[in-house]
């Protein structure tokens, strides 16, 4: 099957989510490097998503192979990505657990609202910025876990070249971290509770 450019690049991006388990998930790489790959790999998966979307639009190359494909490519970078993190970082444990639950409930429900209304009603869902930014949101989450133990890391390396000493660092002090996970959940909560109170009236529960 022929495929245009951004298509090709959603495709890739669904191709990077396994290989990004896998750096992610063995134990053979060191920590510190596993992260900054998955970090690599995620922000390049991210970049695509943004490509994609500029040229099948500036191009006129929108298909519905691209409509299909674009938003579980997304979906599944962004919770394989989250499974990542709930495997190899114990500390942020159930946290992950708790956003893992919260991002996959809020992605059913809206892809469930959006089918049944669309095919019903034949009203197109379109993404709106509470949307985009819960995106946004969740990209800079998953990329702030990996880079900021790989950040921590770095400083301790210069702090000790500086002073000469091997410096003590408590490695579970992340606050980046939790900062961006907690906007990103109430990004997901929001904007998935806009989507569903701004469509409910199309949900007739006669039909």
């Known amino acids: 099957m022929k495929m245009n450019l951004p298509n090709r690049?959603?495709?890739?991006?669904?191709?990077?989510?396994?290989?990004?388990?896998?750096?992610?998930?063995?134990?053979?790489?060191?920590?510190?490097?596993?992260?900054?790959?998955?970090?690599?790999?995620?922000?390049?998966t991210a970049v695509t998503d943004m490509l994609d979307g500029k040229i099948a639009r500036k191009n006129n190359l929108i298909t519905d192979f691209g409509k299909f494909m674009d938003p579980i490519a997304d979906k599944f970078m962004v919770i394989g990505a989250m499974f990542v993190i709930l495997y190899k970082f114990e500390n942020l444990r159930t946290?992950?657990?708790?956003?893992?639950?919260?991002?996959?409930?809020?992605?059913?429900?809206?892809?469930?609202?959006?089918?049944?209304v669309?095919?019903?009603?034949?009203?197109?869902?379109?993404?709106n910025m509470l949307g985009?930014?819960?995106?946004?949101?969740?990209?800079?989450?998953?990329?702030?876990?990996?880079?900021?133990?790989?950040?921590?890391l770095a400083a301790r390396w210069i702090g000790e070249a500086i002073t000469g000493?091997?410096?003590?660092?408590?490695?579970?002090?992340?606050?980046?971290?939790?900062?961006?996970?907690?906007?990103?959940?109430?990004?997901?909560?929001?904007?998935?509770?806009n989507y569903i109170l701004s469509y409910w009236k199309y949900l007739d529960p006669q039909k």
């Open 132 to 152: 985009k930014v819960k995106t946004v949101s969740q990209i800079v989450a998953v990329s702030t876990v990996f880079l900021e133990p790989v950040v921590q």
């Open 9 to 44: 690049l959603t495709v890739l991006r669904l191709c990077l989510v396994p290989v990004l388990l896998l750096v992610g998930m063995l134990t053979v790489i060191p920590f510190y490097l596993s992260c900054l790959i998955c970090a690599v790999l995620f922000i390049g």
């Open 95 to 116: 946290l992950m657990i708790i956003t893992l639950m919260i991002v996959v409930f809020r992605e059913l429900a809206v892809t469930s609202m959006r089918l049944v």
């Open 165 to 193: 000493e091997c410096l003590a660092w408590r490695t579970d002090i992340v606050p980046l971290t939790w900062a961006s996970i907690l906007f990103c959940l109430v990004m997901t909560v929001w904007s998935g509770m």
């Open 118 to 127: 669309s095919t019903g009603q034949s009203i197109v869902v379109a993404a």
